[in-house]
């Protein structure tokens, strides 16, 4: 079974652009949680879905967004780019109806803003 | 909040040592219990879970278990290969709540040498 997908695997940006993050999760599940690790941050969780609908999200400013589609494949959205948004941002996704289910991790897509 | 704090590392072994990097964590209820590795240039490999109480998490020669009277789950291995050389991180998943969200330790960053 193909693990967790994720395009492109780097991009390099300016400050004030957008970008656009894409996921394919493992094939049958339906969550796909989205996270940002930095040096100085560590890993933080930036937001969930399940079914299309956003569950749970995390600390991040209204700039990162995100949505699922019905094939459970996921985008995430920054928005107005600043330097500190440059990160390795990781897709994640874990079996149907479970909470509390095991993540499986993509390779991770590596930002750079400028 | 729920956290989780692990050892400051790097831990530098030589091959064949013994490996013990210590997690303990901090939550409301009954959360799941992970390890994840990640090498360079790569997004997180699931290593072990374990899912309640005195449950042992093993995999690859490596072994953790949730210790909930002393709230820690640490990770083991007899004998460290060259190859074991990443960063280890210990995340938890609460299993009540409506999400998948984990969160995770700062990581530790392991150096064996030959």
């Known amino acids: 079974k193909a693990g967790v997908t994720q395009t492109p695997r780097y991009l390099i940006k300016t400050r004030g652009q957008q970008v656009t993050l894409s996921c394919s999760p493992i094939?049958?599940?339906?969550?796909v949680s989205w996270y940002q690790q930095t040096p100085g941050q560590g890993l933080q969780f930036l937001f969930e879905?399940?079914?299309?609908?956003?569950?749970n999200k995390g600390n991040f400013p209204g700039r990162f967004s995100g949505r699922q589609f019905s094939n459970s494949r996921s985008e995430m959205n920054v928005s107005t780019l600043e330097l500190g948004d440059s990160a390795l941002y990781l897709c994640?996704?874990?079996?149907?109806?479970?909470?509390?289910?095991?993540?499986?991790f993509g390779p991770g897509t590596r930002l750079t803003v400028l | 909040g729920d956290s989780v704090t692990q050892m400051e590392g790097p831990v530098t072994l030589s091959e064949e040592a013994f490996l013990t990097i210590n997690c303990t964590y901090t939550?409301?209820?009954?959360?799941?219990l992970f390890w994840y590795v990640q090498y360079p240039g790569e997004g997180l490999q699931l290593l072990l879970k374990?899912?309640?109480?005195?449950d042992k998490g093993s995999n690859k020669g490596f072994e953790a278990t949730y210790r909930k009277e002393t709230t820690s789950f640490h990770l083991e291995k007899g004998s460290v290969q060259v190859s074991d050389s990443a960063v280890y991180f210990c995340?938890?998943?609460?299993?009540?709540?409506?999400?998948?969200?984990?969160?995770f330790g700062t990581g530790t960053r392991l150096q064996v040498f030959p």
């Open positions: 374990a899912t309640k109480a005195d």
């Open positions: 939550a409301t209820g009954y959360p799941s």
């Open positions: 879905y399940f079914s299309e609908t956003q569950r």
């Open positions: 094939s049958g599940h339906r969550s």
């Open positions: 994640a996704s874990s079996s149907i109806n479970r909470t509390g289910g095991t993540q499986y």
């Open positions: 995340a938890l998943g609460q299993n009540y709540y409506n999400t998948d969200k984990l969160i």
